[in-house]
Every structure is written in C-alpha cells, then in structure tokens.
C-alpha cells in the first residue's frame, strides 16, 4: 500500500484520536534523511568523517535514528492533517505508536482536545427581569460620608469611654495555640480599626468595650479555611492591652467643606455629581444583573462538555491573581504561592462557568455571525481614554500585549452577544429603590 490512510474518530465531545497509517517508503524516505545526518557527523574509528557506511552506521546509531525518525513522521503527519482538515487543537497529543518495522507501514494514533461542537440554542425570546435602580437618601448619605471619611482626623479619645465599632485601637497582643506562641500571632503597638474585619472572626468584637491600660483574655477559634494551615480549625488563646484609643472626627459637608475641591464652586455642585456618579453606577448594577440572568439562562439551556485544557487555564490564572492579590498585601511570595494552590479545587466551580460561558458565548457568535471589528475596539479604547481624561495612544499602548488585546475582544464579543439575546428578549422591568451596597445582595 502506497497511500497514507487517516482515519478520525471522536472519543468525546472534546476529545479526538486520528489515527495514521505511512506507507514503508514514505517512512523510508525520512530514515535515510535521518541516516544521512548522522553519516556527516559521526566519527568511527577507522573511517573518515562524512563516509561511513551505512551499516556501520546502523551498527551504533539505530535506536536514536529510528526514533528520530518517528518523530520526524508523526510530527509532519500529525500537523499536516491537523491543517487540511481545519482542526484547532487545545492540547498536546497523546500520542501511540509502535516502532519502526522493514518495509512495513508505520502506525501511530495522536488523541488531543478540541473545543466542543454542538449547536447553541435557547437563547431567543428569553423572559428576562430588568431592574431599575433609584437612587435613595441613605445612598447619598452614605456616599457623602465616604467623602467626608477622605478628609477625616484622627484624635484621641480623651473622656476614657470604651472602644467601640469604628475606633482605631493601639493594641499590644500574643496568642498562644497548643501551649506554642508563634511570631505572626504577636503584634506591638498594633493600630487596628474596629470592624475593618482585619483579624479572625469575633476578634475585634471582643475588643469593645474595653478601656485604655485594660489588658484581656480572649479566647476564638481559627476557621478551617484560615490561609496559614498549622493553626486553621484550632483554639486560640489571645493577651490583649489596649494602649491607645482614637476616633475619626468627620468635618461637616458645608461651604466650607467646598473649598477642598476645584471643581465644585457650591455644595449642590458636590451633590449633583455624586448623585450622577451612583446613578451611573445604578446602570452598572442593573446592566450586570441582567447579564446575570441571561447567563445563567442560556447556560441551562445548553449542555455541553468542557475540555479540561481550557478548565485548567482557567484555574490558574485564578490562582495567579490570588497569588499577586496575596503579595501585595504583604503575604511573602513563597506562602502566596503555597495558598493560592491549595485553592485549586475550590476554584473549580466558578473557573468551569467562566470556560462554559466563552465557548457559549462564541458559539452563539459564529451561528449570527457577530464579529468584533477594529472599529469596535478603537471605539473602546477612544471611551477609556475620554472616561479616564488621558490620550488615545496612552490607551492603546497598553493592548499591544496580543493576550490583553485577546481579553478585550472576548470581553466586547460577550457584550455585543449579550446585546443580541437582549434584544431578542421580553423584558420586565421592575423597580428598586437605593443601591445594592458592595458585599450585600
């Protein structure tokens, strides 16, 4: 037989295997290449270099140059395949063959991932909630306060009251866990605010109440997922001496408080554009949660396998973003390493919605043929560098790295697929009055 046989056959959803058969000459053709190589290199006692026969060069040289030569084959084969028939893989080849035999064709499978192929569906004439978001009197009052908080002072607390929520405490403390003290548990002149949720549950709770010079026993248990492992799930035993104690004073919003700002000439100026500000952060709100729904509505309506190359890349980079968010609050890089893989599987979850939800998203995309265009990402960019008062050039600069530049468009296909079903969908509108606050549904 001097035809190259090649047969595929899918093993899963996401998973192929094609198989080769390689005619003996073919094979043949690439073993003398591989010999002829060899023959230029190879130095043999007794011979000049460049003319050793090839049988001596079979003598000392054949295991390597069979298998050079098998992978010479399967890598030509397997790519060259790959290419006539349009196949984008996602990982590498598992590959099995089962060595070189004289004037025998030469047999190898390659099984790899691919994206799924399947058909999207129910993602037209969705029933969807939109909620419209007012904005109410405790929003402003709260925005207002956050202002007002930039501007604070701190002083002491001089009429000997207890500490309270909202104090800032100077503290010394050491904990003791099974009888042993370790370092990171200690803290000297340690300034703390109360109800930041800095320290382990029930610990700043503990701390009010308690007067300047006053020292206490607390005693709280570490929780089972506490980040350093030898003392999570177990008691602790706290000595703590408040040393000092002192209260924000916020200034009054008034003229006055105006004169800190450029760009308010009045205080109804300062009032009006922080309630523009929450109103364009209510269309935030209201946009992502009805992206939330039609998310979780055209992913039930569509089954489909996920290939684990993809799942893992998403898990990873969830755990590097841990591990750069555990470094930059002080944690050293050998311990954010250590933490953000051991969170592995608890990522798993949200990394397979995420993966599930770009393969959708594209899928969807392909079958309407919406594509993001050149125009759409400079409209982008030309958005970023108006909101952000900065030149267009500045913005696009920071694109020219093809994985940010990859994110984007990813992230614009999913926003113009959004807008298709969205439009293609029956609204409700329901109304809310104030903001959904940060950490609270």
């Known amino acids: 037989m001097d035809e190259l046989s090649v047969k595929v056959e899918d093993l899963s959803q996401v998973k ?88 025998t064709s030469f047999s190898f499978s390659a099984s790899f991932e691919t994206e799924p192929s399947f058909e999207p569906q129910g993602y037209t004439g969705l029933e969807l909630e939109r909620t419209n978001i007012s904005i109410s009197e405790k929003d402003m009052e709260m925005r207002l306060t956050e202002i007002r908080k930039m501007f604070s002072t701190m002083q002491d607390v001089v009429d000997l009251r207890p500490a309270r929520m909202g104090d800032f405490v100077m503290m010394d403390f050491e904990g003791t866990v099974e009888g042993e003290a370790p370092p990171e548990l200690k803290g000297t002149d ?25 020292t206490k026993e607390i ?35 008034d003229e006055e408080f105006i004169k800190n700002f450029d760009k308010y000439n009045s205080l109804d100026d300062l009032k009006n554009d922080v309630r523009q500000s929450m109103e364009n952060e209510s269309k935030r709100q209201s946009d992502a949660g009805l992206q939330k729904k039609i998310l979780d ?29 555990m470094r930059a609050a002080g944690m050293d890089e050998t311990s954010a390493m250590d933490f953000s893989f051991k969170l592995h599987d ?25 594509t993001v265009t050149d125009e759409d990402i400079d409209s982008h960019i030309n958005k970023i560098a108006k909101d952000y008062h900065t030149e267009y050039e500045v913005v696009k600069q920071t694109y020219n790295d093809e994985e940010r530049l990859d994110a984007l468009k990813a992230e614009l296909m999913q926003k113009k697929v959004f807008d298709f079903i969205e439009s293609r969908a029956n609204i409700k509108f329901v109304e809310q009055e104030g903001l959904i606050q940060e950490g609270h549904q």
């Open 346 to 370: 608890q990522f798993k979850p949200e990394a397979l919605k995420t993966v599930k939800a770009f393969l959708l998203v594209k899928k969807i995309a392909e079958k309407e043929g919406i």
């Open 297 to 325: 509505a055209i992913l039930a309506a569509n089954e489909f396998e996920v290939p684990d190359a993809l799942l893992e890349r998403q898990i990873f980079y969830m755990m590097f973003d841990t591990q750069k968010r």
């Open 16 to 103: 192929k295997k094609m198989s080769f058969e390689i005619p003996w000459p073919f094979v043949k053709d690439e073993l003398d290449n591989v010999y002829r190589d060899i023959g230029k290199k190879a130095k043999i006692k007794g011979f000049r270099q460049g003319k050793v026969p090839r049988k001596m060069l079979e003598t000392y040289f054949k295991a390597d140059a069979e298998n050079e030569a098998i992978t010479n084959v399967v890598n030509k084969y397997y790519w060259q395949e790959l290419d006539n028939r349009g196949i984008v893989t996602l990982s590498k080849p598992e590959i099995e063959q089962g060595g070189l035999k004289e004037n």
């Open 190 to 214: 340690y300034v703390l605010e109360l109800g930041s949720k800095r320290f382990i549950p029930g610990f700043e709770e503990e701390l009010q109440g308690m007067t300047v010079n006053e």
């Open 219 to 253: 005693r709280l248990t570490f929780p089972a997922d506490y980040h350093e492992k030898k003392v999570a799930g177990k008691e602790a035993v706290f000595t703590v001496t408040l040393k000092g104690l002192k209260e924000q004073k916020l200034p009054e919003i």
